[in-house]
T-cell receptor, first 114, second 109 residues
Framework: GAGVSQSPSNKVTEKGKDVELRCDPISGHTALYWYRQSLGQGLEFLIYFQGNSAPDKSGLPSDRFSAERTGGSVSTLTIQRTQQEDSAVYLC????????????FGEGSWLTVV | AQRVTQPEKLLSVFKGAPVELKCNYSYSGSPELFWYVQYSRQRLQLLLRHISRESIKGFTADLNKGETSFHLKKPFAQEEDSAMYYCALWSGAGNMLTFGGGTRLMVKP
């Protein structure tokens, strides 16, 4: 596609439910990132995928958070047993190997836990 | 560990006034720094990168290794510059961008 695509754009869920957020990176981009943007908190790194290498999960805030990247393309971020503090915009980004470290962001998935 | 600090959460200036958004970093290696911008209801996008030494939309940023700063400047602010600005540091070892907390710039008419 022309850009990084994320779905859903908005999600309201009840506390305790699981949610899945999807990211479709730019075609050919081998690197994929998830960030979280909370009100007043800036951008928080969550997880990074690069090709077939093991992902860097160092930013995941708890074991309720996990992410997969299938076939080196689409990624799914899963949050289990959601809590109100999980409410945020979840941003996906991708970059190419020769992209001079420039990463391109999707429009984000706005998650509200009620 | 790398860290990016943007001391101002909000910066408000009048149209035509100079603007400087501050960014300081800590990183043990050779830094590669960026400014990203998010306009209202738009996605986060790259504004400029220090290695390009370019001016985008009238904005410039100079890397000062002595002061570990990468402040974003524009001599005459425009209303359309109102947005959220994030300073970011590329960590080659971690292969990721570390972002500052962001500064919201409001340019008043």
């Amino acid at each position: 596609g022309a850009g990084v695509s994320q779905s859903p754009s908005n999600k309201v869920t009840e506390k305790g439910k699981d949610v899945e957020l999807r990211c479709d990176p730019i075609s050919g981009h081998t690197a994929l990132y998830w960030y979280r943007q909370s009100l007043g908190q800036g951008l928080e790194f969550l997880i990074y995928f690069q090709g077939n290498s093991a992902p860097d999960k160092s930013g995941l805030p708890s074991d309720r958070f996990s992410a997969e990247r299938t076939g080196g393309s689409v990624s799914t971020l899963t949050i289990q047993r959601t809590q109100q503090e999980d409410s945020a915009v979840y941003l996906c980004a991708s970059s190419s190997p020769g992209g001079r470290n420039t990463i391109y962001f999707g429009e984000g998935s706005w998650l509200t836990v009620v | 560990a790398q860290r990016v600090t943007q001391p101002e959460k909000l910066l408000s200036v009048f149209k035509g006034a100079p603007v400087e958004l501050k960014c300081n970093y800590s990183y043990s290696g050779s830094p590669e720094l960026f400014w990203y911008v998010q306009y209202s209801r738009q996605r986060l996008q790259l504004l400029l990168r220090h290695i390009s030494r370019e001016s985008i939309k009238g904005f410039t940023a100079d890397l000062n290794k002595g002061e570990t700063s990468f402040h974003l400047k524009k001599p005459f602010a425009q209303e359309e510059d109102s947005a959220m600005y994030y300073c970011a540091l590329w960590s080659g070892a971690g292969n990721m961008l570390t972002f500052g907390g962001g500064t919201r710039l409001m340019v008043k008419p």
